[in-house]
C-alpha cells in the first residue's frame, strides 16, 4: 500500500512534468511515448518486484497475436489469451495464497492491461475487418483503422499514468493525447467565435487536478478513520446477529458498506488527477462553458450516493470497466447480453465466490428494477409530492439492494456470504 501511494504519488510529479516540458510542442511524439513507457516500467518494477514479469509476458503474448492473428479472429484470440492468463494468476491467489491479498498485488494492473488489450484488439477488428455499416457510431469512432507500432503498443499498455491503477482508455483517444490532438479535436466541436473567441482558448487542468486531490484526501482521511472502524465482518458476528433486530442490521449493512467506499474513491481519484496532470483526459465543454476533465473519470461520487436505481448506481461506478464491458461483451454478445456482461465482470475480477454471488445477484436486481421501473414509475409522475415519494422510497431501496449485493465481494468467501444471506 505505501508503494502504491508513493508510485502515484510520484507519478502525479512526473505526470506535471511530462505535461510541461515533453509537451507535443517540446518533444516528438516517439519521445513522449518512450518516456511514457519506461517511467512506467519502472513503476511496476518498484511497486511489484518479480511479480510485474506477469504484466510483461502477457503484454509480450498479445503482440505476437496482434500481429500474426488474422484481424477476423484477432479480438477473439486476444481475449482469450488475457481473459485466460489473468484467470490462471486469479487462481493463484486462492490455491498458492490461500485467500490472501500479496504484499505485492499484481493482479490489479493485471486487470487493467487485460481490459486495454481486448479493447485495442476489438478496436482494431472493427476496424480493418469490418464494414462501416456494420458498426455502431461509436465503434466507428473508435475503429483502429492501422495494427499499431511497438513502440505505440507499449506506450499504450505500459504508461507510467495508468501503469498502477488505470484507467483503461481507448487507444485512439491516446494516441490523439501523446501526439498533441487531445484536447483540440474536442475544442473544434464548439463554436468558439460564436462565443467570443478569436481562437482557441487554452484549458489548463490545474483547477481540475487541485479538486481532485481534495477528494483524494477526503477519502484517505474517512479510509484511515471509517474503514478501520466499521469493517464488514461485524455484520456476521455471532452477538450482532443475536442482539440487534433485523432493521438495525440493514442499516449497519449500509454504514459499513459506505465505509468499504473511500479506498476505491481514493485509488480512481488519485489515477484520474495523474492522468489529467499529464494533460489526458479533457472531455469537451459543458452546457455553462466550464472545460470537463472527465474523460477517465472513474466514479461520479455524487450521483452513487443519490442514486434512485440499480441502473444508475452501477452507471456511476467504475465508469471505465462498465464502458469496457459494454464495447468488448455487451454489443458484442449473441445472446443474454446482461447475463454474459455480469459473468464476465466476474471473472474479470477473480474467481473468489464472493464475486460470484455479487454478479450473479447484480443480475437479478438489474432485472427486477428494470421491470418496477418500466411497470411503476409513470404512476408517480403526476405531481411533484408523489415523485418526491417515488425518489426518496427508491433510494432506500436501491442503497440497500446494493449494499446486500456487493457484501459478499468483500467477505470473499462462502461461509461468511452464506451466513449473511442467512
Given at each position: 500500500q505505501i508503494n502504491f501511494v508513493a508510485c502515484q504519488l510520484f507519478a502525479l510529479l512526473a505526470a506535471f512534468w511530462f505535461r510541461i516540458y515533453l509537451g507535443p510542442s517540446h518533444a516528438s511524439s516517439a519521445v513522449r511515448h518512450a518516456f511514457a513507457t519506461l517511467f512506467g516500467i519502472y513503476f511496476a518494477v518498484f511497486c511489484f518486484g518479480w511479480y510485474s514479469i506477469h504484466l510483461f509476458v502477457l503484454v509480450v503474448m498479445n503482440y505476437g497475436i496482434m500481429n500474426m492473428a488474422s484481424i477476423p479472429n484477432i479480438h477473439r484470440y486476444s481475449f482469450v489469451v488475457a481473459m485466460g492468463y489473468l484467470t490462471l494468476c486469479h487462481i493463484s491467489r486462492i490455491y498458492i495464497f490461500h485467500y490472501g491479498i500479496l504484499t505485492t498485488d499484481f493482479s490489479g494492473p493485471l486487470m487493467i492491461i487485460t481490459q486495454k488489450i481486448t479493447t485495442l484488439a476489438c478496436q482494431l477488428h472493427d476496424g480493418i475487418g469490418r464494414q462501416a455499416e456494420e458498426l455502431t457510431a461509436e465503434q466507428n469512432r473508435l475503429a483502429v483503422k492501422t495494427r499499431p507500432s511497438l513502440l505505440e503498443?507499449?506506450?499504450?499498455?505500459?504508461?507510467?499514468?495508468?501503469?498502477?491503477?488505470?484507467?483503461?482508455?481507448?487507444?485512439?483517444?491516446?494516441?490523439?493525447?501523446?501526439?498533441g490532438r487531445h484536447v483540440h479535436m474536442k475544442l473544434l466541436e464548439v463554436n468558439w467565435k460564436q462565443k467570443g473567441y478569436d481562437r482557441l482558448p487554452d484549458p489548463s487542468p490545474t483547477g481540475a487536478v487541485m479538486y481532485k486531490l481534495c477528494i483524494t484526501l477526503v477519502s484517505l482521511i474517512l479510509f484511515l478513520t471509517l474503514t478501520k472502524n466499521f469493517p464488514m465482518a461485524y455484520i456476521i458476528d455471532n452477538e450482532f446477529l443475536d442482539k440487534t433486530p433485523f432493521l438495525s442490521r440493514l442499516g449497519y449493512l449500509y454504514v459499513v458498506t459506505q465505509a468499504a467506499k473511500p479506498k476505491y474513491y481514493f485509488a480512481w481519484t488519485l489515477a484520474d488527477a495523474v492522468n489529467n496532470a499529464a494533460g489526458y483526459g479533457f472531455s469537451g465543454v459543458d452546457e455553462r462553458g466550464t472545460f470537463r476533465w472527465d474523460l477517465l473519470s472513474n466514479l461520479n461520487i455524487w450521483n452513487i450516493e443519490t442514486a434512485t436505481s440499480f441502473k444508475m448506481y452501477i452507471e456511476n461506478w467504475n465508469i471505465q470497466t462498465a464502458a469496457w464491458l459494454k464495447r468488448v461483451c455487451y454489443d458484442r454478445a449473441p445472446w443474454y447480453p446482461t447475463a454474459l456482461t455480469f459473468i464476465l465482470s466476474a471473472l474479470w475480477h477473480g474467481i473468489y465466490p464472493g464475486y460470484y454471488f455479487t454478479f450473479l445477484t447484480g443480475i437479478l436486481i438489474t432485472l427486477a428494477a428494470r421491470a418496477i421501473r418500466n411497470n411503476c414509475r409513470r404512476y408517480f409522475l403526476s405531481s411533484v409530492p408523489l415523485k418526491i415519494a417515488y425518489d426518496v422510497v427508491t433510494w432506500v431501496v436501491t442503497q440497500l439492494a446494493v449494499s446486500y449485493t456487493v457484501a459478499p465481494f468483500v467477505m470473499l468467501a462462502v461461509e461468511p456470504t452464506i451466513k449473511f444471506y442467512k
Open positions: 503498443y507499449l506506450s499504450y499498455l505500459l504508461n507510467f499514468m495508468s501503469i498502477i491503477a488505470g484507467p483503461c482508455s481507448n487507444y485512439k483517444d491516446y494516441i490523439a493525447f501523446i501526439e
